[in-house]
């Protein structure tokens, strides 16, 4: 390998460190938080997004850090640049610390106080919490999902500088749909998570537990994605489309109860989480953009 290929290596790696595909969507989640918020504004917008995603990507590389010893027992994460074992873990500690300085330092500059301290929690809550209880208390997904809620309420309040019904209705959204988005990764990835140490609910309290947790998350999320609408941040094509769905992922979790093959509904819940997002942000650009609600 050449030194050009080598470092073409080392970027790609310092890019899979920050979770690519969790950070577009904090990249999205947070923009759609600024767009709904009062008042909007094109500068702290594009702060908050810029800062939000960097704060994501900061904690993601923190989290590879810290599990660069249990990654190599799960099949979906062995291939990291740490677990892989291509990168040295204190160049990897550096870039996330640098990540998080700057994220921070673009908030403090471009927002204000309230976004860059609601930053500067959901990367310790990730880090520091999250990511150890993970190996002693099934627990640890609900602390888990404060952090990874956080975008629309950054973008949010970077607008409006106040916690708000609006900016909590957003956040409750995704805090709520990333129950049974984790519960059912849980359930199809059950036996390397128990080989990695991580106290999920299905290795702690079985599969059917799980189901049933992921059931009452999915009906808890049928009243809250309708929030929005109901409190006038958007209209009327937002919360019947945002119904709509999360009837129908409601419908999917209840199928589980009965599913012959627990890993094989999992896998297809997932799936069906992975489309839920998808759908209610398609709603939200219709709603706003194109009626202006």
Same mark, same amino acid.
């Given at each position: 390998?050449?030194?050009?290929?080598?470092?073409?290596?080392?970027?790609?790696? /310092?890019?899979? $460190?920050?979770?690519?595909?969790?950070?577009?969507?904090?990249? !999205?989640? @947070?923009? *759609?938080? &600024? %767009? =709904?918020?009062?008042?909007?504004?094109?500068?702290?917008?594009?702060?908050?997004?810029?800062?939000?995603?960097?704060?994501?990507?900061?904690?993601?590389?923190?989290?590879?850090?810290?599990?660069?010893?249990?990654?190599?027992?799960?099949?979906?994460?062995?291939?990291?640049?740490?677990?892989?074992?291509?990168?040295?873990?204190?160049?990897?500690?550096?870039?996330?610390?640098? /990540?998080?300085? $700057?994220?921070?330092?673009?908030?403090?500059?471009?927002?204000? !106080?309230? @976004?860059? *301290?609601? &930053? %500067? =929690?959901?990367?310790?809550?990730?880090?520091?919490?999250?990511?150890?209880?993970?190996?002693?208390?099934?627990?640890?997904?609900?602390?888990?999902?404060?952090?990874?809620?956080?975008?629309?309420?950054?973008?949010?309040?970077?607008?409006?500088?106040?916690?708000?019904?609006?900016?909590?209705?957003?956040?409750?959204?995704?805090?709520?749909?990333?129950?049974?988005?984790?519960?059912?990764?849980? $359930?199809?990835?059950?036996?390397?998570?128990?080989?990695?140490?991580?106290?999920?609910?299905?290795?702690?309290?079985?599969?059917?537990?799980?189901?049933?947790?992921?059931?009452?998350?999915?009906?808890?999320?049928?009243?809250?994605?309708?929030?929005?609408?109901?409190?006038?941040?958007?209209?009327?094509?937002?919360?019947?489309?945002?119904?709509?769905?999360?009837?129908?992922?409601?419908?999917?979790?209840?199928?589980?109860?009965?599913?012959?093959?627990?890993?094989?509904?999992?896998?297809?819940?997932?799936?069906?989480?992975?489309?839920?997002?998808?759908?209610?942000?398609?709603?939200?650009?219709?709603?706003?953009?194109?009626?202006?609600?």
């Amino acid at each position: 390998m050449t030194a050009a290929d080598e470092s073409k290596r080392w970027l790609r790696d /310092l890019v899979e $460190l920050t979770k690519p595909s969790i950070t577009r969507m904090c990249a !999205l989640t @947070t923009a *759609g938080g &600024a %767009a =709904l918020a009062p008042d909007f504004a094109w500068s702290p917008a594009i702060a908050a997004m810029i800062g939000a995603s960097m704060a994501v990507a900061s904690a993601s590389a923190f989290n590879m850090w810290w599990e660069r010893s249990s990654d190599p027992l799960m099949a979906r994460t062995r291939n990291r640049p740490l677990a892989a074992k291509r990168m040295n873990p204190r160049h990897a500690f550096t870039f996330a610390a640098l /990540l998080g300085v $700057l994220s921070l330092t673009i908030l403090a500059l471009g927002t204000n !106080l309230l @976004t860059t *301290g609601l &930053a %500067a =929690l959901s990367i310790f809550l990730y880090v520091c919490v999250y990511t150890p209880l993970k190996y002693r208390t099934p627990l640890a997904l609900v602390i888990g999902a404060v952090p990874g809620a956080a975008p629309p309420l950054l973008g949010w309040t970077a607008i409006s500088g106040t916690l708000d019904a609006g900016g909590l209705a957003l956040f409750a959204i995704l805090f709520v749909w990333q129950m049974p988005h984790f519960l059912a990764i849980t $359930l199809y990835r059950k036996q390397e998570l128990a080989r990695a140490g991580i106290r999920c609910v299905p290795v702690v309290r079985g599969d059917q537990v799980a189901k049933i947790q992921a059931l009452l998350w999915s009906l808890a999320l049928v009243p809250i994605a309708i929030l929005p609408s109901l409190l006038g941040v958007t209209g009327l094509i937002y919360g019947v489309s945002a119904l709509v769905v999360s009837l129908i992922f409601f419908g999917w979790s209840v199928s589980g109860l009965w599913a012959p093959k627990t890993a094989v509904w999992a896998r297809s819940f997932f799936f069906a989480s992975l489309l839920f997002l998808p759908a209610v942000v398609a709603a939200l650009i219709v709603d706003v953009l194109v009626l202006g609600s």
